[in-house]
DNA sequence: GAAAAAGTGTGATCCAGATCACATCCATTT
DNA sequence: AAATGGATGTGATCTGGATCACACTTTTTC
């Protein structure tokens, strides 16, 4: 159940047994089975989820009720509305399983701990949220200056996988289109190109 | 010329003095006069920098010649490229000076051995990066579903003095619009609201 | 203090992408 | 295997904001 995060966690710290095996008793294990939530908006975000198998989405719903999707949730990554767990003001997020997922939770409580008691989680998590920041600022700068066509071509790149393993429709949503939108755009790109 | 800083810090870290002390023997002060650069796109971005007074932008240049903001660094904030810093990659971003500024400069070889002597710091900076990345994802999910007219009443709420000292062409680029369609939406709020 | 440069306003026109409206296709479920 | 609902394709039309063009104003610079 822990060998992934272990794996990624040691890709980006040193860490001794005895710190990863204090680490693992703060997390919950968890099976999110397809379609099913981890969040929803309005709730408190109690848990900053790391996925271990499987595949979720994190995503908003506007006042039309469109869907715009912050995060796809890839094995090895993690996912959860910061802002709202570290306030515990109700989040604008929802989380949702687009594949039947195995995830390891933990809550801010045992955040906190892990903070204080292993300075080198401290730094995993700094180095984490850092290239979060860098990607995210990148993703914005990119919907500013390219067009919808260069935004998919970055994901199909970034993201080999993703367009086999959800609806084109939340690949639209992701890219900032509607699904038409990315639609007309993937027929073009057969016959043009 | 390091009381703002100090001040800073102190908001959300507990520091002793002669952690702050040693902390001010790695930052270099710097006077940026007025439509200086700080950093032009193409090379390496040496220093993550900290503004005691003044205020710069960050920016990039795209394809067409047109410049996107990606963030007015006032006092107290941070500005600099995070992936160009950290890797050594020649920076997308340039950074100037909009006022006379004083400047707090850390090399990357400096801010490593901050963060390796004074813990606190490494909280600091996660910290920092981590309300970066909340309001990061929100300006992105902003741009994804919301009007440019929201995008620019939601800046003058978060910033209100910021209309008053940068160019109106400077906060459309932030917004994400043309300098012309920024002028329309504001004769527009004159006459009907 | 004259000239140059930077900034703003506003009209005319254009276009990428949204919206609306159906048709079709595919995967579950029963 | 029929039925139901999710997903996709595609036409017709609309629209927010871009682009181009030029006038005017304010600030810098020498």
Known sequence: MFEFLHQKVNETIKITNEE????????????????RFLLQDGDVCLYTT????????SFTIDDKGNEHILQFGLQGW???????????????YN?????????LLITKSSWDLLLDEVPAFERYFRT?????LIATQRRLMGTMSTTAEERYH????????????????????????????????????????
């Open 20 to 35: 990863f095996e204090f680490a693992k008793t703060l997390f919950i294990p968890k099976k999110l089975r397809k379609k």
């Open 78 to 92: 993690w996912v959860g509305d910061l802002y709202s767990f570290l306030t515990e003001e109700p989040s604008e």
């Open 154 to 193: 970055k994901l199909l790149r970034d993201f080999p996988d993703i367009s086999q393993r959800v609806p084109q429709h939340m690949i639209a949503s992701y890219i900032g289109v509607t699904r038409e939108t990315l639609s007309r755009l993937r027929s073009q790109m057969v016959s043009g190109n």
């Open 128 to 132: 984490l949220i850092q290239n979060n």
């Open 95 to 103: 989380i949702e399983a687009l594949e039947d997922s195995e995830l």
């Open 50 to 57: 790391f996925v271990e198998r499987g595949l979720l989405r």
